[in-house]
């Protein structure tokens, strides 16, 4: 695994505690999102598996220790640390909320108490990980709930930020519950049903539309989609028509979804193909979607590409990873930040879930009244695996039951009233408390 | 490399093609994009490297073939179908624009001419790689042209769409302008400049940050920042000043940019360290940069984050595929689609630049009023290189000349009056005959 695949003050930080006998000081990081972008109600928490996987591979390749030792910024390090860096492997303890789970701003998705250095090396890649898996998942699960139990298909690979992206992106929209992904690699590696037919290419490399057809029907049988506005969608429809069975329908990506979707349907029916399916594609989100279901556009199943896979109207989370307790030989500390509006609470957290909203607390805070089970389970200790991971099916029924469960005004398009964590009296006695001492060092 | 990271419809229409025969057939596709988002007055061509490296080293690996053959979609395919696959290279010739020059909405940036399976094949890959890192060097060039001068440094890793994106939007950035990136790998693999010295929790894991700022000097000497605004920026640019030499500058991340940069500089200058500088980061874009500057802010350096690592005002571009001609035995034809708002012209173009607009033309038209070079250049004959990749400093140097030499209307960050590339008399008049002739086929 690329530990290289870092901001560089990492390193410089790493050399700096090794330096300054930091290097086995016990620090505890969490990984939270700070606000949620406007048109979001929730998160749906994703990508735990790929970090996972991350820490428990990490380490240095050769070529990137003598790149480190190339840099000037570590002409004063010690040999000694490059030795450390090359033996480095990821020893700490791995605490977060389960894939799927629907999170809120201020809450840790995850917690990490290591080694200060390893704690810190993991930074980058931990967020680019949870952020973005996170930031696809919460999109696709708008697009969900928009098609009111059509189904939605991930077709943005060709729009992801890197071919890397593509696969993730079909991961997270199908935890989120989509019903599958365009991409065949995300298919294989995670087990997620394919989907695809042809493009327009296909029809346009024949010597006519009818012969592209009849082809497509010879390969697919009855998962055929004929693809009919290469030229003229009514025309592309009633050769489809007139082809007949078997097939699995038709797609539409372009024009007026609605007013051609009826038409179609209307000669599809006519045609006396009643189960063949309109699937639509073209530019759609959750709010097109919304419109065409309320404009009655029959339409089965709908295709989201660019929209889903870069989460276009809210790109990135403010998700940030906070350092919230300090171990330093037998002295523990808490630790916190005041810069105006990032302001963080100290000391690593729990969150409990009741009906209406979540309680923040300490995370080993023992009270009577705290009921139900807490979103943050262990993962790893010591840096190895403390159970199997659980299928992507399994987190993918998580979701959409921890989603179902949320209150109804969250499950709506529109923005919906701020949820906000409440913090329990020791979490905020504790808050209050390193203020006022970091207030007495200031002053 | 991965050849299974592709949409499946490609590897549908592969089989489809195989079956029908049309294996052979010499497909010519392009990529372009449709519309320049609203806030871009120009695109900055990126990515070419990678999707050299890609068409090169493409091939099936076994458990990538045995998915594909596990697949309902494929069930009708004949065994001859994957043994084609198992043997499958590039084969192509590519003609494309070089990484750095300035592109526009219709424009080609890259041309494949291959075997019809081949060249479809390539096609999610090539976007997502060729988008992306259009997408990041056009967002940079307008944070470097907002900087007049000053240093942007790419930061934006941790919010970038996966880990595997962070490094490739280093890259782009570096390409348009960018000073470097934060990015570790990127700095290793691409041979760009990196930057960064430590976050809010290195000050947070000491007892106070006057040790957190000596450790750092140690470290560091004379490149030294300090990150002042963890407790209180005042206090800490007064620490900084008090510490003195050897420093580069310190950092400010919060608060009043503008406000808070003069006291800062203030206090920097009475201590008799005028040449320390100030980096300015914090949720800054092209238009924040411009305004702080406008209102004076005494910043020598800018971290440009989230939004240059995800183009987060125009996250995505509308970047296209499509066949424009295709060979089948000895006999020619040109493609084009009509799809509403979707229509594209056929044949294989060539752009020639000249002072205030580009002219689109056949790939092999020959008219003496074409004067310059043209654009787009050969860089794979038969899938071999035809001459040493050029470095990024010298892409990132024709960049800077390419882009210094437009239109200067273009070069502001507000939208300029549109840039339609002109299209020659042969272009067009191909299109018209290509259109007809699909018009008498459908009427």
């Given at each position: 695994m690329p530990a290289l695949n870092t901001d560089l003050y990492e390193l410089t930080m790493a050399?700096?505690?090794?330096?300054?006998?930091?290097?086995?000081?016990?620090?505890?990081?969490?990984?939270?999102?700070?606000?949620?972008?406007?048109?979001?109600?929730?998160?749906?928490?994703?990508?735990?598996?790929?970090?996972?996987?991350?820490?428990?591979?990490?380490?240095?390749?050769?070529?990137?220790?003598?790149?480190?030792?190339?840099?000037?910024?570590?002409?004063?390090?010690?040999?000694?640390?490059?030795?450390?860096?090359d033996k480095l492997r990821f020893e700490g303890d791995v605490f977060a909320v389960p894939e799927g789970t629907p999170v809120f701003a201020g809450e840790p998705l995850l917690i990490v108490r290591a080694p200060l250095i390893q704690a810190q090396l993991i930074e980058t890649y931990l967020l680019s990980t949870l952020a973005f898996q996170t930031t696809i998942a919460s999109k696709a699960v708008r697009c969900v709930m928009a098609a009111k139990g059509r189904s939605i298909v991930?077709?943005?690979?060709?729009?992801?930020?890197?071919?890397?992206?593509?696969?993730?992106?079909?991961?997270?929209?199908?935890?989120?519950?989509?019903?599958?992904?365009?991409?065949?690699?995300?298919?294989?590696?995670?087990?997620?049903?394919?989907?695809?037919?042809?493009?327009?290419?296909?029809?346009?490399?024949?010597?006519?539309?009818?012969?592209?057809?009849?082809?497509?029907?010879?390969?697919?049988?009855?998962?055929?989609?004929?693809?009919?506005?290469?030229?003229?969608?009514?025309?592309?429809?009633?050769?489809?028509?007139?082809?007949?069975?078997?097939?699995?329908?038709?797609?539409?990506?372009?024009?007026?979804?609605?007013?051609?979707?009826?038409?179609?349907?209307?000669?599809?029916?006519?045609?006396?193909?009643?189960?063949?399916?309109?699937?639509?594609?073209?530019?759609?989100?959750?709010?097109?979607?919304?419109?065409?279901?309320?404009?009655?556009?029959p339409i089965d199943a709908f295709g989201v590409g660019t929209e889903l896979a870069t989460s276009a109207d809210a790109p990135a989370l403010s998700a940030v990873y906070k350092m919230v307790e300090l171990q330093v030989g037998e002295s523990r500390s808490y630790t916190a930040k005041y810069s105006p509006d990032k302001v963080t609470l100290p000391g690593a957290k729990q969150i409990y879930r009741y009906a209406d909203y979540d309680l923040l607390t300490l995370y080993n805070e023992c009270n009577q009244e705290f009921q139900g089970d807490p979103l943050?389970?262990?993962?790893?200790?010591?840096?190895v695996r403390l159970e199997r991971y659980p299928s992507l099916s399994d987190l993918r029924r998580h979701a959409a039951k921890a989603v179902a469960a949320l209150p109804p005004d969250l499950l709506s398009l529109d923005h919906a009233a701020a949820y906000q964590a409440e913090i329990s009296e020791r979490l905020q006695s504790l808050a209050n408390s390193v203020r006022t001492s970091h207030q007495m060092v200031a002053s």
């Open positions: 050399a700096g505690y090794f330096m300054s006998g930091k290097a086995n000081d016990i620090a505890t990081f969490e990984l939270s999102v700070r606000r949620l972008p406007d048109r979001r109600n929730f998160l749906i928490a994703a990508g735990l598996q790929q970090a996972l996987e991350y820490l428990c591979e990490l380490r240095f390749e050769q070529d990137e220790l003598d790149y480190i030792r190339s840099l000037k910024q570590f002409a004063n390090a010690p040999p000694e640390f490059f030795d450390y860096l991930e077709f943005g690979s060709r729009r992801a930020h890197s071919p890397g992206a593509g696969p993730l992106a079909g991961r997270a929209a199908y935890l989120a519950g989509c019903a599958g992904t365009s991409n065949a690699e995300a298919g294989m590696r995670f087990d997620i049903p394919v989907f695809g037919t042809a493009a327009h290419s296909w029809t346009m490399s024949f010597a006519d539309e009818e012969e592209s057809f009849r082809q497509l029907q010879k390969l697919l049988g009855e998962e055929t989609v004929y693809l009919i506005d290469t030229y003229d969608t009514i025309e592309g429809v009633r050769l489809a028509a007139r082809l007949g069975r078997p097939l699995w329908g038709v797609r539409l990506d372009s024009g007026d979804l609605a007013a051609d979707g009826r038409e179609v349907r209307r000669i599809l029916d006519e045609a006396g193909l009643k189960n063949a399916r309109i699937m639509a594609t073209n530019d759609l989100n959750e709010k097109r979607i919304a419109d065409l279901l309320a404009a009655g556009a943050l389970r262990p993962m790893l200790a010591k840096g």
